[in-house]
């Protein structure tokens, strides 16, 4: 009866042994389409030889309260174009996004606002040192002049010194912006 039941066990050890392969394998044929699908959405997105002002209209910022301020950042629709209905690559739409590691004392950013155009209200965390915005944009480059989809992205910092800001009042700081390399 003992060796009987060791039988049975080691009969079921390997039914589970080989019920956990087949779910491996399963799980590894779902997760391979997955990242074929990220490589493809990287891939669809190139890099623009661009400068940021040639991306964007302008980049404003309004100071709203103590280590709060408002990024207004507009893209040069007389070029581009966003789709933000649907992604022209898989998982990639475009937008504008917040890059904390391209940052500098920020506590917060938070995206509000259309798709042409959004805001940012960022916190600062320390209001007597300068902050730097880092952001991603992603577009459809020169849209409007070739009528043909052509998704791009392209990074950029927008530092500024708090000092300089009086609440209430928008500055135009597109000739500050600078343009990063999207290696």
Do not use: W
């Not at 480059?141 to 009042?169: H, I, K, M, W, Y």
Request: hydrophobic fraction near 35%; proline fraction near 4%; glycine fraction near 6%.
């Amino acid at each position: 009866m003992f060796n009987l039941h060791n039988a049975d066990r080691q009969r079921n050890s390997r039914n589970l042994f080989g019920r956990l392969l087949v779910l491996a394998v399963a799980v590894g044929g779902l997760l391979m389409p997955l990242g074929t699908q990220i490589a493809r959405a990287q891939e669809c997105r190139n890099s623009t030889d661009l400068t940021i002002q040639q991306v964007l209209s302008s980049a404003t910022i309004i100071k709203r309260g103590d280590r709060v301020y408002d990024i207004r950042l507009r893209l040069n629709t007389g070029r581009h174009a966003m789709n933000c209905s649907f992604d022209i690559c898989p998982d990639n739409a475009d937008r504008y996004i917040f890059r904390p590691t391209q940052s500098s004392n920020i506590e917060e950013a938070t995206p509000s606002g259309g798709c042409f155009d959004t805001t940012f209200t960022v916190v600062a965390v320390n209001r007597f040192d300068d902050v730097v915005f880092g952001f991603r944009v992603k577009y459809q480059q020169d849209f409007f002049t070739s009528a043909q989809p052509d998704p791009r992205r392209t990074r950029a910092q927008l530092p500024f010194g708090q000092a300089n800001l009086v609440e209430g009042v928008t500055i135009d700081l597109t000739e500050e912006l600078v343009t990063l390399s999207d290696g």
